[in-house]
């Protein structure tokens, strides 16, 4: 079997211009957009995601609890189709999501509600009550 040290990138420029660019944060950015942001914000008695999601309708999300996993995903598939004496075309096009987030029992899975209103999916997670442990005192004989 034969090495080669490639010692001048002058040999090969086009697998060093790729790695430099897989490197770089431009090269990923384009992966960021197949995942919505998710805002989490915690008050008293809920937590509140806000998924960032304009121009998508809520009959399109779905949002599962199994076990202790939440799950908000959105699938919306479309088709256009045209038509001339010439040829014809038929383009598809799907756009999808799917994010989750792990529930522990110090929160109420059966409570959750969410909304979809103004381009931000609302999920609110309502926290358990907090159960308060009755301390027993026995009387020594």
């Known amino acids: 079997m034969t090495h080669m040290k490639v010692?001048?990138?002058?040999?090969?420029?086009g697998f060093f211009n790729l790695m430099d660019k897989f490197m770089t944060d431009d090269f990923q950015t384009p992966a960021q957009y197949?995942?919505?942001?998710?805002?989490?914000?915690?008050s008293e008695k809920?937590?509140?995601?806000?998924?960032?999601a304009p121009g998508m309708k809520k009959e399109d999300f779905k949002i599962a609890i199994?076990?202790?996993?939440?799950?908000?995903?959105?699938?919306?598939?479309?088709?256009?189709?045209?038509?001339?004496d010439k040829y014809i075309?038929?383009?598809?096009?799907?756009?999808?999501?799917?994010?989750?987030f792990t529930l522990n029992d110090k929160l109420n899975a059966e409570g959750v509600t969410a909304k979809y209103e103004?381009?931000?999916?609302?999920v609110n997670i309502p926290k358990a009550e907090v159960k308060t442990v009755e301390v027993k005192t026995l009387e020594i004989n």
Not at 34 to 42: D, G, L, Q
Not at 71 to 78: A, F, I, N, R
């Open 34 to 42: 197949s995942r919505p942001a998710v805002n989490i914000v915690e």
């Open 7 to 13: 010692k001048n990138n002058a040999l090969v420029p």
């Open 66 to 84: 199994e076990k202790d996993l939440l799950t908000v995903s959105y699938e919306k598939k479309e088709s256009s189709e045209e038509k001339t």
């Open 46 to 52: 809920s937590y509140a995601l806000e998924v960032i």
């Open 118 to 122: 103004n381009g931000v999916l609302h």
């Open 89 to 100: 075309r038929k383009e598809f096009s799907m756009n999808s999501f799917k994010r989750s």
